[in-house]
T-cell receptor, first 118, second 111 residues
Framework: AQSVTQLDSHVSVSEGTPVLLRCNYS??????LFWYVQHPNKGLQLLLK??????LVKGINGFEAEFKKSETSFHLTKPSAHMSDAAEYFC????????????????FGKGTHLIIQP | DGGITQSPKYLFRKEGQNVTLSCEQN?????MYWYRQDPGQGLRLIYY???????QKGDIAEGYSVSREKKESFPLTVTSAQKNPTAFYLC??????????FGPGTRLLVL
């Protein structure tokens, strides 16, 4: 079975400082990993995804994440936070072997609320 | 302008009433999904459909029903059997092995 743990329910940073949102996963096989962002009362937007190519993945809006198999982590980072980054962030793992072909085997983390202080 | 639309944005349900949430996509995606989102819970899968006229239950299907008569449309009905329907409902679609793309959501409230 697969699972994903977002280690912080809330993260607060000052504008212009680095952002780190932590995600650990467990999976029986080589997973695909995603980060989505959700602004209030909106749908989820894909930030980036890892699918067994380069371990450092660059996404939109200056975000990037590094897949570390030895640590089973996929932390999301950004060098300099902007006020518009304030949102909920979800780490998602996809292991088709556990979920079958039907539902993509997606498992969502519970989310990290990113707060940007002016 | 391609994408996924959900309507209405807000929906109110009275006790014992069935309500239907709309999800339409013009992305030519084969697979469509319904998720429920509660505060601090992440997303939970209600139903999904890989092809027209076929759908499967997800993790929390009780109290919900769906249909997939057209490729573009995947409406979700919240029945009176769903005792705690207040939540944010998200529809998503996917083509082949690609990523799921999400609609803007419908917030369901009980009067």
């Amino acid at each position: 079975a697969q699972s994903v743990t977002q280690l912080d329910s809330h993260v607060s940073v000052s504008e212009g400082t680095p952002v780190l949102l932590r995600c650990n996963y467990s999976s029986s096989y080589s997973p695909s990993l995603f980060w989505y962002v959700q602004h209030p009362n909106k749908g989820l937007q894909l930030l980036l995804k890892y699918t067994s190519a380069a371990t450092l993945v660059k996404g939109i809006n200056g975000f990037e994440a590094e897949f570390k198999k030895s640590e089973t982590s996929f932390h999301l980072t950004k060098p300099s936070a902007h006020m518009s980054d304030a949102a909920e962030y979800f780490c998602v793992v996809s292991d088709k072997s556990s979920g079958g072909g039907g539902a993509d085997g997606l498992t969502f983390g519970k989310g990290t609320h990113l707060i940007i202080q002016p | 302008d391609g994408g996924i639309t959900q309507s209405p944005k807000y929906l109110f349900r009275k006790e014992g009433q069935n309500v239907t949430l709309s999800c339409e996509q013009n992305l030519n995606h084969d697979a469509m999904y319904w998720y429920r989102q509660d505060p601090g819970q992440g997303l939970r899968l209600i139903y999904y459909s890989q092809i027209v006229n076929d759908f499967q239950k997800g993790d929390i299907a009780e109290g919900y029903s769906v249909s997939r008569e057209k490729k573009e449309s995947f409406p979700l009905t919240v029945t009176s059997a769903q005792k705690n329907p207040t939540a944010f409902y998200l529809c998503a679609s996917r083509r082949g092995g690609e990523t799921q793309y999400f609609g803007p959501g419908t917030r369901l409230l009980v009067l």
